[in-house]
């Protein structure tokens, strides 16, 4: 059974940098084909993908939002890092992260975790 | 930048059957994934590589996917799914999801 938990600050302060860790279980990162994003989802609006790590170590980014994003794993404690910085209130959301598959040329969010909510006030 | 364009509320009767568009240029030639969100839960996948369903999701749940516009189609369509969906495909490692449409049953 694949298991997925986001954790972090609840509350974060204009300019500061927020770190938020995806501890699963389940699965391994060093399998090949698998990988994890990050997705958040501000009150009431849709959902926006951050950035995706995959078991080779690449990894990709929001073009908007790339100067500000680092995704990191540990593969031997099953977790992997998002840290984003100066932090702004447009940034207050709901952050998930994602088991995501690659099959062929195809990648699919296949397991979510419950989500963290990130609100950034001074 | 790749949009994606779903429209924002679909209604539809017990028991009918209920189609929900994504709409992008030459999203025929990309793999769409559909995402089931009810209110205060974590997204579902109810599609992926554009016609699969993962183990769990119940038959009446189909997608297609052709030119310019993938559709998520719910045969027979029951209360329990009313929900938002969001459409979501790749454009060069970048994951793109739709504005969201809200599904009403009523």
């Known amino acids: 059974q694949v298991t997925l938990r986001e954790s972090g600050p609840a509350v974060v302060k204009p300019t500061q940098t927020l770190t938020l860790t995806c501890s699963f279980t389940g699965f391994s990162l060093s399998t090949s084909g698998m990988c994890v994003s990050w997705i958040r989802q501000p009150p009431g609006k849709a959902l926006e993908w951050l950035a995706r790590i995959d078991w080779d170590d690449d990894k990709y980014y929001n073009t908007s939002l790339k100067t500000r994003l680092t995704i990191s794993k540990d593969t031997s404690k099953n977790q992997v890092v998002l840290t984003m910085t100066n932090m702004d209130p447009v940034d207050t959301a709901t952050y998930y992260c994602?088991?995501?598959?690659?099959?062929?040329?195809?990648?699919?969010?296949?397991?979510w975790g419950q989500g963290t909510l990130v609100t950034v006030s001074s | 930048s790749y949009n994606l364009t779903q429209p924002p509320s679909v209604s539809v009767s017990p028991g009918q059957t209920a189609s929900i568009t994504c709409s992008g240029d030459?999203?025929?030639?990309?793999?769409t994934c559909w995402y089931q969100q009810k209110p205060g839960q974590s997204p579902i996948t109810v599609i992926y590589e554009d016609t699969k369903r993962p183990s769990g999701i119940p038959e009446r749940f189909s997608g297609s996917n052709s030119g310019n516009t993938a559709t998520l189609t719910i045969s027979g369509t029951q209360a329990m799914d009313e929900a938002d969906y969001y459409c979501?495909?790749?454009?060069?490692?970048?994951?793109?999801f739709g504005g969201g449409t809200k599904l009403t049953v009523l």
């Open positions: 030459k999203l025929g030639h990309k793999y």
């Open positions: 979501q495909a790749w454009d060069t490692n970048t994951a793109i």
């Open positions: 994602a088991r995501t598959l690659k099959d062929g040329s195809a990648y699919s969010f296949t397991d």
